[in-house]
């Protein structure tokens, strides 16, 4: 199996740029993909592959990867993007996409 | 309109056995990848299972053994047997689809609550 490793939370002002971050070995090998979850709710995908949104994400919400880190960065911070946000990869052996990070806390002051 | 539908969670005790089921309608249930996925209260995601739609299966080490993963593609569902439960498998387990590069599908959940 693999690890994701996460930042437990991270803040940003209104209307600033945050990045959250993804460690792990697997992320040389394959993309990670980054879900949204608010409380209550079940995740929502905001990227995935190289760099690419779901209908309906904004484009505020972009991806990226270098090494064995990827990043999530919201440009631009709204209220609304208060929610947990999960990393997500496959394991070492690339059958299944069955590895999360930890999660990362976004609060929007 | 795509969906899945959990069911089956409940209140068991300590070693024993229950059945969730996974309903899937709007898409082409017998061609994609399945997962299940838990969230323990207040924690983080945690992959459980999957089944590949030739069957292959694949369990987290925490369920191994424990659990067991299958699905009717005529029935469109998709099955978690859970065995020998113990309280750390207290949890919301999601159905998932995945589709290669995300789970990009998750029902809204089932809650299993392992206590004496």
């Known amino acids: 199996s693999s690890e994701l490793t996460q930042d437990p939370a991270v803040s940003v002002a209104l209307g600033q740029t945050v990045r959250i971050t993804c460690r792990g070995d697997?992320?040389?090998?394959?993309?990670a993909t980054w879900y949204q979850q608010k409380p209550g709710q079940a995740p929502v995908v905001v990227i995935y592959?190289?760099?690419n949104r779901p209908s309906g994400i904004p484009d505020r919400f972009s991806g990226s990867s270098s090494g064995n880190t990827a990043s999530l960065t919201i440009t631009g911070a709204q209220a609304e993007d208060e929610a947990d946000y999960y990393c997500?990869?496959?394991?070492?052996?690339?059958?299944?996409?069955?590895?999360f990070g930890g999660g990362t806390k976004l609060t929007v002051l | 309109e795509v969906q899945l539908v959990e069911s089956g969670g409940g209140l068991v005790k300590p070693g024993g056995s229950l059945r969730l089921s996974c309903a899937a309608s709007?898409?082409?249930?017998?061609?994609?990848?399945m997962n299940w996925v838990r969230q323990a209260p207040g924690k983080g995601l945690e992959w459980v299972s999957s089944?590949?739609?030739?069957?292959?299966?694949y369990y987290a080490d925490s369920v191994k053994g424990r659990f067991t993963i299958s699905r009717d593609n005529a029935k469109n569902s998709l099955y978690l047997q859970m065995n020998s439960l113990r309280a750390e498998d207290t949890a919301l387990y999601y159905c998932?689809?995945?589709?290669?590069?995300?789970?990009?599908?998750w029902g809204q959940g089932t809650m299993v609550t392992v206590s004496s």
């Open positions: 998932a689809r995945d589709d290669q590069e995300a789970f990009d599908v």
């Open positions: 997500n990869s496959r394991d070492s052996s690339g059958n299944h996409l069955g590895v």
């Open positions: 592959g190289k760099n």
């Open positions: 697997s992320l040389r090998s394959y993309y």
């Open positions: 709007g898409f082409t249930f017998s061609i994609y990848s």
């Open positions: 089944i590949s739609s030739s069957s292959y299966t």
